[in-house]
């Protein structure tokens, strides 16, 4: 299957062929752009859709010349895996940020992520 990720004002989303959608919500104020929600329906998890989603808004913070705050914990993670390669895309507090604070702040957002689902 081949996937397109598109954007709006406000997210980066894949449309799936049962017609659901996988997004990355986002905002842009002050020239920083925050990664806030990744979203992939179940039955479309683990073949890549949430990075595809992070790889383009990583692209388009690029080119338009924007600083990157990481909210959403696969933000996060992304980061963390990709620590040398878009480091410097990260707003000052997260690209001054050794690599335990940032699995730290992860860990913290995923617990937060499960506390406001209801998950335990």
Known sequence: MEFEVK???????????DNSKAYLKYKVENSIMYLIETYTPP????IGLAKMMVDK???YAAKENLKIVPECSYAIKYFIKNND???E???DKY??????SL???YK???????QKSGKE
């Open 103 to 105: 699995i730290e702040y």
């Open 108 to 114: 913290q957002r995923l617990e937060y992520e499960k």
């Open 85 to 87: 390669k878009y480091r």
């Open 89 to 91: 895309l990260l707003a």
């Open 7 to 17: 954007q709006t004002g406000s997210v980066f989303y894949i449309r799936l062929p």
């Open 95 to 100: 690209k001054n940020m050794n690599i335990e």
């Open 57 to 59: 808004a990583v692209e």
């Open 43 to 46: 039955p479309y998890r683990g």
